[in-house]
């Protein structure tokens, strides 16, 4: 519990305010999209996702779900708009000729609590996993086979946001490809950051329901001792900006995510 006290402490610091800071994609160097637009998008500050429902899987010693208690969640998503990049031209040709997807895989700690009508509630915190954004090319809106992996994020922490009934996630970048995210600033390409060793912030929160949405656990333990117990839940909306470390930084890279995926690597058997 202490451990888990500290945890919660240090990835706490992480999930106040955040400035978004303006960028744009050019995708001439993946695709050539068709229309009037252009290859390039016009700024935007956030990537924005629609509902998605996350699949989260606890592991437990007694069959019932703890606080502490390991958890592993995935899912993906599909980027439903740059925010602040106004029309379907500002934005080359997304959601005709191409659109973001986001997949993760996040590993963190269960808490288990009750809310103001003393309903059980389980959210988690995050201290580890990755988030990778995917370009998939369209044609009319149908998904013509070709895929990017054009970002790569490592997630490093999270903390409980909007009374409870959110979260906020912490990442920095593992890897970018290059030719395709451009700060606004100085149009510097977000992969020469990169490889020059610079910190980028990316954050994601997103709303969250059903929290008292019981995990169904299995009726026998796994090879490893524990009951495997698995449910969704659904986050509403989620937004991915990025955030400025210092004053004189200008840069970052986009994406954070999202939703209510606690995830976990299992816990170590303290007998072995």
């Not at 986001?102 to 580890?128: C, H, K, M, P, R």
């Not at 117990?229 to 986009?254: D, K, N, W």
Request: with cysteine.
């Amino acid at each position: 519990m202490k451990k888990l006290a500290s945890l919660i402490a240090a990835s706490a610091m992480f999930a106040g305010s955040a400035i978004a800071s303006p960028m744009y994609m050019d995708l001439s160097s993946l695709i050539t999209p068709s229309g009037a637009w252009g290859s390039q998008t016009a700024a935007f500050d956030r990537f924005n996702l629609n509902t998605f429902s996350p699949v989260s899987t606890y592991f437990s010693e007694t069959g019932v779900v703890q606080t502490g208690d390991l958890v592993t969640d995935s899912a993906s998503g599909i980027v439903t708009n740059l925010s602040g990049a106004g029309t379907l031209m500002d934005s080359a040709g997304y959601g005709l000729d191409w659109n973001l997807q986001l997949s993760w895989e996040l590993s963190g700690v269960a808490v288990v609590s009750t809310d103001a009508n003393n309903n059980t509630i389980y959210q988690g915190i995050f201290n580890s996993g990755n988030v990778i954004f995917t370009i998939n090319e369209l044609s009319g809106a149908v998904p013509t086979g070709n895929s990017w992996d054009v970002l790569n994020l490592s997630v490093f922490g999270s903390g409980f946001i909007n009374n409870g009934v959110g979260i906020q996630i912490n990442s920095e970048i593992s890897s970018v490809a290059q030719g395709v995210f451009f700060t606004t600033y100085n149009n510097r390409d977000f992969f020469d950051y990169f490889t020059s060793g610079d910190f980028f912030l990316a954050i994601g929160q997103a709303d969250i329901s059903n929290l008292n949405n019981a995990p169904v656990c299995s009726q026998n333990q796994n090879a490893d001792g524990f009951f495997e117990c698995s449910r969704t839940t659904t986050v509403g909306t989620a937004s991915i900006f990025t955030q400025v470390p210092e004053p004189t930084s200008v840069a970052i890279l986009g994406a954070g995510l999202l939703g209510m995926g606690f995830a976990a690597r299992r816990r170590r058997n303290k007998a072995a």
